[in-house]
């Protein structure tokens, strides 16, 4: 019987929290235990995973997003369209042509259907594209939202639909799915969550770092899934123990924490994870100790929620 993969989405409410790396890792981790592992980055403004693989963005392809053109020789000026349209995107003058706004244009087609005279063509623009490639032996999903487009939240939707695609045709091709968010908390990385089976949200041991990690905790329990936080430059400020206690007062449960490491640094300098089994690194270091833990704490989970049947 076919059994789709555990999807784990890496998060963080603030950027610069480390999330990417800890999805790269992660991913990483179950590279070498054999694992088939998918990893979709859905930071569609700076999507950056690629690089610390080291990688490079291929097989580039373009995401469409629906476009209204009014036809004049067609169209009756009714103005059904305008009223029909929630977001406000087509202005209706008395006796005038509608005319489209697209930067509030949500896509969702209805002035299309509804045009009682076909006066609307269903035409499209481009607001970014995807990449897929291979690196390390862990296949990675890349979407990239144009420069001066707002519509990071329909590249995110591509990218989860060609995932849907896969759990459709070929739902034993990956072990595991890596999801990495944008920072913060608003919908491409409501529609990341809403995929998962288990939420990571990565931290820093700041005031900062701390609301923030509230603030998209609120979104994960909102959206009902279970999650398990990272705290990542945990030995920064000395603030360390004080932060893991709060955390606990507040039954937020930990993966685990990774303190500050030069190893960490040199692992994005050289494009090369910092837990892949062929890089130089430090095996006795901190943060490669550090990730040791959290990965076998998530495979705990992993064996838990086997064990339950989920
Ligand atoms: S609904 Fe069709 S015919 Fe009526 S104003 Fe809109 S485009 Fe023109
Ligand atoms: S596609 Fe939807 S949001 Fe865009 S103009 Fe048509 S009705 Fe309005």
């Not at 070498?32 to 963005?57: C, M, S």
Request: glycine residues 8%; negative net charge; charged residues 25%.
């Amino acid at each position: 019987m076919s059994k789709r993969p555990k999807v784990i989405t890496i998060t963080g409410g603030k950027g610069g929290t480390g999330k990417t790396l800890c999805a790269v890792n992660i991913a990483t981790m179950f590279k070498n235990e054999g694992k088939n592992v998918l990893l979709i980055d859905g930071d569609v403004e700076n999507p950056n995973t690629y690089l610390l693989f080291g990688g490079t963005l291929e097989d580039k392809k373009e995401v469409p997003f629906f476009k209204p053109t009014i036809l004049q020789d067609k169209c009756t000026k009714c103005g059904l369209c305008a009223e029909n349209c929630a977001t406000h995107a087509l202005l209706h003058i008395k006796d005038g042509f509608p005319i489209p706004i697209l930067s509030v244009c949500s896509g969702c087609k209805l002035c299309y259907k509804i045009c009682p005279s076909g006066a609307i063509e269903a035409d499209h623009k481009i607001i970014g594209w995807k990449y897929q490639s291979r690196v390390n032996h862990i296949s990675l999903l890349i979407g990239e939202l144009k420069p001066s487009e707002a519509r990071s939240a329909a590249v995110v939707a591509s990218l989860l639909q060609d995932l849907d695609n896969i759990f459709k045709k070929n739902p034993d091709k990956y072990d595991v799915v890596i999801l990495d968010t944008a920072p913060g908390a608003h919908c491409d990385v409501e529609l990341l969550i809403e995929k998962s089976n288990l939420v990571i949200p990565v931290t820093e041991p700041t005031k900062f770092g701390h609301l923030d990690l509230l603030r998209i905790i609120e979104l994960i329990e909102l959206l009902n899934k279970p999650y398990k936080a990272i705290v990542n430059r945990s030995s920064l400020l000395g603030y360390r123990d004080q932060f893991l206690k709060e955390l606990s007062e507040n039954s937020i449960e930990i993966l685990g924490d990774i303190p500050l490491d030069d190893d960490v640094v040199k692992s994005y300098c050289q494009g090369t994870p910092l837990m892949d089994s062929e890089g130089e690194f430090n095996k006795s270091g901190e943060a490669y100790k550090a990730f040791h833990i959290i990965f076998q704490n998530l495979k705990n989970w992993m064996n838990e929620e086997s064990n339950n049947g989920e």
